[in-house]
């Protein structure tokens, strides 16, 4: 959606509320990397969470809601279309559980609906190449939206602004809210309850994902005001005092496509549960990670953007945008690191949050010392060997026990995923292709135990 520009000059708070499961030391140097950037680049708040595998979570603040109110990491912030991600895993699930298939057409689920082919599948929905028009791209979405900031919309009023197609479906790749607000119908056909209920239901409560809402019809915690500019080159306004805005109409009429709000803790929390196979299976994930190229470097999948490099690494997240609010994240496909930042200030775009914040958290994180390897196992006693490795590979977790195997290649591909029951597996390489990959070693009670860096020979 195309966002109102603007540009802040305004003085910042700085509040540092680390919650320092990481290291005190590396604590305060994340905190001071969010300060710098949030005043180099006059960011009026923000709220950022790094996840470090096996050591745990850092939450700061920056900046200021209105005057006088300092962000603090319990805001709760609307994260847009990473709602997407959130959508596309209950998909998955239900296909997990045989009730669809992503190879469904939209016809076997919905019917009668203008400008949308029945032929579409669910799979082209998700990875936006149905050519749908996206309805947020109406003019008369805008001015439904403009006529009461507080109605609460049905998902199914967006189906009005639907308009023509953009291009025969699987012919090409275009990002579509109209993709998203058509699953969550499906969804809410299923199982005959409001799309929050489900999301609730399916992945909020049994991730104990607390800090997470739909909205408007879950209501709680604190917002921080969106600050915007209403008119061109005009100044940096708070959209709920100078346009006395309410989020209810934006985010009703966003539904699947980009209602939850949370914290940028439970933000981070999310893509860690994600990845590591707690809230889709790794059948399910493998196939999330099935990528449609946009460009050289970049491609979507499922609900879920690939991006390279970063920092020299392959990472995975889904940004998202609102009015007044941006949401950016990513989680490092080489060694689990996740980020997650979002802001009160819509003026700067997501690519920027992206390269300033993001980037520069990625980066000192990287900087910091190797990741801990909890309880009383080293690094060096656990084996990955021989290497160089031809035909297979030993793994043998010394006094450890029980782990997940992964050979990585350097686009982030997960190429081997295996479970090591007890302290040793042999692994067969017979089917690898030659070449540079990353062995990881990890589990659930520990975090990452080994990653090192692999040659295969043939």
């Not at 180099?40 to 979570?57: C, N």
């Not at 403009?146 to 998902?155: A, H, M």
């Not at 992206?354 to 910091?368: R, S």
């Amino acid at each position: 959606m195309k966002k109102i520009v603007l540009a802040t000059s305004l003085l910042l708070l700085t509040v540092c509320s680390a919650q320092a499961q990481i290291a005190s030391a590396y604590a305060g140097r994340l905190q001071s990397v969010l300060d710098s950037v949030g005043k180099r680049f006059h960011i009026k708040g923000l709220s950022a969470a790094v996840y470090r595998p096996g050591e745990g979570m850092w939450t700061g603040a920056y900046g200021e809601s209105y005057s006088g109110v300092p962000i603090t990491t319990d805001m709760y912030f609307p994260i847009g279309s990473n709602t997407k991600t959130y959508t596309s895993c209950i998909m998955l699930k239900l296909q997990e559980a045989g009730t669809l298939s992503l190879d469904d057409t939209i016809g076997k689920w919905l019917q009668n609906i203008p400008n949308v082919s029945g032929q579409i599948t669910i799979r082209q929905m998700l990875n936006h190449t149905s050519g749908l028009f996206s309805y947020t791209n109406d003019p008369g979405f805008f001015t439904a939206l403009n006529s009461d900031y507080t109605k609460v919309w049905q998902p199914e009023d967006m189906l009005q602004f639907i308009g023509a197609p953009d291009f025969a479906p699987g012919t090409s790749w275009e990002y579509s809210n109209t993709n998203y607000l058509l699953a969550g119908l499906i969804i809410k056909k299923i199982f005959n309850e409001p799309y929050d209920v489900t999301v609730r239901r399916m992945i909020l409560d049994p991730q104990g994902f607390t800090n997470t809402i739909i909205y408007p019809a879950e209501k709680r915690g604190t917002i921080p005001h969106g600050w915007t500019v209403m008119t061109t080159n005009g100044p940096l306004e708070d959209m709920m005092v100078s346009a006395n805005y309410d989020n209810t109409a934006f985010l009703s009429m966003a539904t699947s496509a980009g209602a939850i709000v949370a914290t940028a803790e439970d933000v981070a929390k999310f893509w860690v549960a994600l990845m590591n196979g707690k809230i889709i299976n790794s059948n399910s994930l493998a196939e999330m990670k099935q990528f449609v190229s946009i460009n050289a470097n970049n491609g979507y999948g499922l609900g879920l953007f690939r991006m390279r490099p970063v920092n020299g690494h392959v990472v995975y997240g889904h940004g998202g945008t609102c009015f007044g609010y941006l949401n950016e994240n990513m989680v490092d496909s080489t060694n689990g690191i996740t980020i997650a930042v979002l802001t009160n200030q819509d003026s700067i775009d997501n690519n920027q949050i992206f390269n300033w914040v993001v980037t520069a958290l990625h980066k000192n994180t990287l900087q910091m010392a190797p990741l801990s390897i909890a309880g009383n196992e080293k690094a060096d006693d656990i084996k990955i060997y021989p290497n160089p490795a031809s035909n297979y590979v030993d793994v043998n977790l010394g006094t450890a026990n029980n782990a997940k195997f992964e050979l990585i290649d350097m686009t982030g591909r997960n190429i081997i995923n295996t479970t090591v029951d007890g302290n040793y597996v042999r692994v067969s390489l017979s089917d690898i292709t030659p070449g540079l990959y990353l062995a990881r070693l990890s589990n659930t009670e520990k975090g990452i135990l080994k990653t090192t860096k692999l040659q295969v020979v043939h």
